[in-house]
Structures are given as structure tokens and as C-alpha cells.
């Protein structure tokens, strides 16, 4: 379990957007994949498996505290990138673009929104973020898709604004 | 601009998601299970009605049958309960708090004298402040759900009191199982309010907080120390510790007479 809790836990976090509901969400999760480890089809990859429970806990935990989705947003705009440009213009250039591309994912349907995060933000596979969305492979693919077509109409659109 | 450009920028982006450092899940899951292990015996013999029905057989053929049947046995099983009952005769009839007996209406405990007269101890009266309420009303005041220990499996709480404490509303979970803390019939009590543990428990008690030790409870700092200097909800006597930490936004106080390394494995459980 120790080689995946990394990638459950920011997945959780990502779902959660709270710590100590990440770290829950991914306790529970390992538990309930451990006694469901029966069940499990011996030959199928693990982690999307396990991925698809922890996700599962870290919706249900966000239910519980009442909360709406979409926090991911927020985690971004917590942390500078690390690996920052030179020069202070070269910075404030790289960090609007950056809010264009938030306030664009902002404005795509959740569904779109986690195709991305699962896909860029944890890097995830195909086939990991289909079972993390409860969806098929092909969806996740069309899906994205669709999120990059909207994405790339939102910042032409802002583009336009200016 | 083309798709490849776009997924760039996005994992750019994404390598600026803050994540907490992530808590070592795994430990915290094995020690979990370690102790269900653990409990596991006592819980099949318990699940398994097959097998107390054998053992209620078995004792019943030994007992009863047997000796009508026999009576030589039945004069060697007889002469053995005469001795048992004038050992037991010389000690004193114990009130063992349990779980079954109607409890949490703040009414006076009762036991057996030694005279079989019914007797009331005071210090058996669990006193809690506030309204009992309901798991469902319960639920309600803590926006949904509530914190619980996983280990060791208690179970629901057997009463939940409503508590406010610095103009927060919380509850009061007072489980029963397992040994009770002094007089009380408590073995264990959680109390949960919305907040931090400075507002809600520590709040105007400068001089105690020098006196509690700094703990972790899974990587969230807690405070650990003596119950008798902050107010405890487990009636009298006080417990001998109290374990103080903050989870989901929730400060939670554990009060039970439990060594440190014990009490932290329940806190860390608490989901």
C-alpha cells in the first residue's frame, strides 16, 4: 500500500480539498480495499482498483462535510511553480496565463474539469481516471477531448475580452 | 493553439497544485487492521451462535443431565456447588456497571449488598451537563456526521449529550464497553466541538496549558495531560488523562483512565 499512498492520497485531496478529510478518506479506503482484496480479479492492474475506492471514500467524505466539489481549483492557486521563470516580467506573464487557464478550466462542467485534473494534474492513466470517474475508457478520452476544445474556445474567448 | 501546447501548459499547471505532504496512510491502516486481528478471536466466538449453543449443550449434559442420571456424580457435582457457594458467600456482591442495564437517565446506579438489599452508590452517577439527544439529532448538530473511534470496536456510543462550550455547539459521546474509569460506568468519553482546541477547550486556562504534554494524533499536534485541571464530562472521580486534539475542523477532548500510547491509537482511529 505504501508504493500507492501518495497518489490516493492527492487524489483524495484533490476530491476533498482538506487535508485530514484526504488523509480519512484514504485510511478508509486501504481498509475497505484490504478486506475486498477477494474480490479482486487476480490479472487486472491494481491501482485503478484501488484508485476507483479512494475516490469513492474522498466523494463520500466530501458529502459528509456538506461540501461542493471543485475545490481542486483552489489547491492550484496555493503554490507558485517550482520551477519559476528568471525574470520578474517573464513571472507575472507565466502566472496570468496561468490564472487564464484556471478561469478557463473554472468554466468547463465538472465532468470535463476532473477528466483534466485526473489526466494533467496526477497524471494518471487512461484507464486510472476512467475508474476513478466511473466511467469507460472511451468516455474519458472523448471527454477530454471536449474539455480541450472548450478550454481552447474560453481562452480565445478571454483573449478576445482583453 | 494545438493540443500538445494546451496539455503542456496543463501539466505545468497541474505541477503547481500545493498537496500536503502525504501522512503515512499505510502504517496507520496496518496498525488498524493489526488490531482487528487482534480482537478477532473474541469476535468469532461471539459471532458464531453454532458455538455457543454447543457450549450451553455441553454445559447443560454436564450439569443437569449427567448428574441426574449418575447419582455418585450427582453427589460429587453437588458437594463441589455447596463449596463454590460458601466461598462466593464471603465476598462481596460487585455492581458491574454493564452495559445492559438502563443507563444514561442520570438515575442512581444500583448494586446488591452483601444482604442482597439494593443500594445506591452516588459515585456511580454518571453527570453530564447537557440535554441527552439522539444519534440523529446528534448527527444534525455536527453538520452531518460524526466523529467515532474505529478501535478498539466499541460500537455507538450507549448515550450522546448535547454540550456547548465557548458558544459552539457539540456532543457528548459516552460509551460504556470495556472497562469503566474509576467509579464511573464510563469507559470512555468523546466530546466533539466545531473549532480549536484553544477556543474551545483551552480557552482563558493559561495556566494549565504548560502543564500538557504536545502530542501527535496522526500529524495533527494534540495536547495530552492530567484530567483534573481542565473540567471533565466523566463524572467523579476525573479520569487520570485527557487527550485534546483538532480533526475535519472538529476539536475533539477523549477523556479515559488509558495509558498515552493507548489513548493516541484510539484518537488516530477516530473517523
Redesign the interface.
Known sequence: ??GY??V???TA??ITG???????A???A??KA?RALGRFRSGAPFRPWLLAIVANEARNQRR???RRSGL?LR??R??????SPSSPEAAVLAAE??DE??NAIGGLREEARWA?ACR????LSEEEAAAILGCARGTVKSRLSRA?GS??AE?AKEGDAR | MPDRDLERELRELGSTIYYPPTPDVARATRSLLDEEQEDRPRRIQLTFPALRWAAVATAFVLVVAVPTLSPGLRATVSDLFVAQDTQMAGEPAVDGGSSGRESGENGPASGLSKGGEAVTSPAQTPRFAGERITPQEARARMGGALLLPRTPKLGNPEEIYATRTSRKDGVVLVYRQGSPVGDTRNSLVLTEVPGDIESTYLAGKTAIKPKLDRVSVNGRPGYWGSDRCLPSHMGQPPPDHVLLWKQSGIALQLEANLPKERALRIAESVR
Do not use: C, H, W
Open positions: 500500500m505504501r499512498q501518495e490516493a492520497f492527492r485531496y484533490l482538506d487535508a485530514s478529510e484526504a488523509e480519512d484514504t485510511q478508509e486501504f481498509v484490504y459528509a462535510a456538506t481542486f489547491a492550484v496555493e503554490r507558485a511553480p517550482e520551477n496565463r496561468r487557464l484556471l483534466i494533467y494534474f496526477l497524471g480541450l478550454l481552447r481562452i
